[in-house]
């Protein structure tokens, strides 16, 4: 079954406690991305990926890393939680913009609910 | 950058068309989608259009774009209990997201009464 996967889907921690979120897909999708959903903002990107060892900036980087080693794979890295990164974090993949037909949908995961205290 | 705006709620009766609307700021998206994120559970792609469309029809689902007016609606024709969720309104310039990702609107929470 075409998927994507995080892990955890529920998440508790304190403040500096560095953590990470992982992000797998089973469709060989170049493009990955991770999203924040906050109430009353929608969604907003933080990092995305065009392929292997190809990252940029979202709108929201600040406070994030991520990384691209392998293709199914695309971590969210928060290397110092604050509390203004509790949120629910959404990642996505697609294929790239160059693949044509089916090129179109992106595909979400399930979700991580963090919360920072 | 873009904005894309869309009312926070709607309120409608099971049974009746339910009608979800968008408009985004940059003229050059060419991409427009529209998603489905039930309670506790990610986005959903319903539908989407291309900026060279007027409009598209999927059973129940009904997409009109107003590309003069940057507007995009979402029809939902004959609205069951199950359609309660949020719906997302984005819109990018490339297939799929790419580069510049999609730009969300805030989501509109549809409300169904019995």
């Known amino acids: 079954e075409a998927q994507v996967t995080q892990n955890p889907r529920y998440l508790i921690t304190v403040t500096g406690k560095k953590l990470t979120v992982t992000c797998s897909q089973n469709?060989?999708?170049?493009?990955m991305s991770w999203y924040r959903q906050d109430p009353g903002l929608g969604l907003r990107q933080i990092y995305y990926?065009?392929?292997?060892?190809?990252?940029d900036k979202g709108d929201v980087p600040e406070g994030y890393k991520v990384s691209r080693k392998e293709k199914r794979n695309f971590p969210l890295i928060l290397e110092s939680p604050s509390p203004n990164q509790t949120s629910l974090y959404f990642c996505a993949s697609s294929l790239a913009r160059t693949s044509g037909v089916g090129s179109y949908e992106q595909y979400f995961g399930p979700g991580t609910r963090l919360t920072v205290t | 950058g873009e904005d894309v705006e869309q009312s926070l709620f709607l309120s409608v009766r099971e049974g009746d068309s339910s009608v979800i609307n968008c408009t985004y700021t940059d003229s050059s998206s060419t991409y427009l989608y529209w998603y489905k994120q039930e309670p506790g559970a990610g986005l959903q792609l319903l539908t989407y259009i291309f900026s060279n469309m007027d409009m598209k029809q999927d059973q129940r689902l009904t997409v009109l774009l107003n590309k003069k007016d940057k507007h995009l609606s979402l029809r939902i024709a004959d609205t069951q209990t199950g359609d309660s969720a949020i719906y997302f309104c984005?819109?990018?310039?490339?297939?799929?997201?790419?580069?510049?990702?999609?730009?969300f609107g805030k989501g509109t929470h549809l409300i169904i009464q019995p």
């Open positions: 984005a819109v990018g310039k490339q297939a799929g997201g790419g580069a510049d990702g999609l730009t």
């Open positions: 990926s065009m392929n292997v060892e190809v990252t």
């Open positions: 469709m060989n999708h170049e493009y």
